[in-house]
T-cell receptor, first 114, second 112 residues
Framework: DAGVIQSPRHEVTEMGQEVTLRCKPI?????LFWYRQTMMRGLELLIY????????DSGMPEDRFSAKMPNASFSTLKIQPSEPRDSAVYFC????????????FGAGTRLSVL | QKEVEQNSGPLSVPEGAIASLNCTYS??????FFWYRQYSGKSPELIMS????GDKEDGRFTAQLNKASQYVSLLIRDSQPSDSATYLC????????????FGKGTKLSVKP
């Protein structure tokens, strides 16, 4: 398997622009997670899905952030409008089942909002 | 508020020594525990998982779990410069929740 695939790897945008991050989980995995990592706050869970359904979005910072999972092989995280404080590395991860909870991470998207 | 605490470091050890990384967690309902390694600029990768009290060994790595004291540790024997990375402790609280709570990580530096 190719692992969790994220795109783009790097994104530079200007404040106020819309940003869309993409993720393809490992085939067969039924959980998908979006994280944000910064030096100050570490790795923070933003939202996670089970079988394409959002389960917990309490980590989403504010209404400017939204996430969707239209099918089992694709998810997006959208920021509109973007702000400089959104600059971070955004990771997508996927896992299988309830019992084990081992998460496999994508390579991440480094977002810079100028 | 479920929390996972780690000493941020940096922890510096000489090559060949044992590196000891510690993690405490707040909720006694925790069921699964993981150690992830993250090299600078890379994504976290799983190196160890542990589910029951005691020790679990995998090569140079040993994970230790003490649920009564609510701590998890990771020992790295014969530390190598290639072990220099940030180590993240992650805890799952079980039930229907799928998510992990991550600590902020301990930065390990192994000096040649």
């Amino acid at each position: 398997d190719a692992g969790v695939i994220q795109s783009p790897r790097h994104e530079v945008t200007e404040m106020g622009q819309e940003v869309t991050l993409r993720c393809k989980p490992i085939s067969g995995h039924d959980y998908l997670f979006w994280y944000r990592q910064t030096m100050m706050r570490g790795l923070e869970l933003l939202i996670y899905f089970n079988n394409n359904v959002p389960i917990d979005d309490s980590g989403m910072p504010e209404d400017r952030f939204s996430a969707k999972m239209p099918n089992a092989s694709f998810s997006t995280l959208k920021i509109q409008p973007s702000e400089p404080r959104d600059s971070a590395v955004y990771f997508c991860a996927s896992s299988l089942g309830l019992a084990i909870k081992v998460q496999y991470f994508g390579a991440g998207t480094r977002l810079s909002v100028l | 508020q479920k929390e996972v605490e780690q000493n941020s470091g940096p922890l510096s050890v000489p090559e060949g020594a044992i590196a000891s990384l510690n993690c405490t967690y707040s909720d006694r309902g925790s069921q699964s525990f993981f150690w992830y390694r993250q090299y600078s600029g890379k994504s976290p990768e799983l190196i160890m998982s542990i589910y029951s009290n005691g020790d679990k060994e995998d090569g140079r790595f040993t994970a230790q779990l003490n649920k009564a004291s609510q701590y998890v540790s990771l020992l790295i024997r014969d530390s190598q410069p290639s072990d220099s990375a940030t180590y993240l402790c992650a805890v799952n609280y079980g039930g229907s929740q799928g998510n992990l709570i991550f600590g902020k990580g301990t930065k390990l530096s192994v000096k040649p």
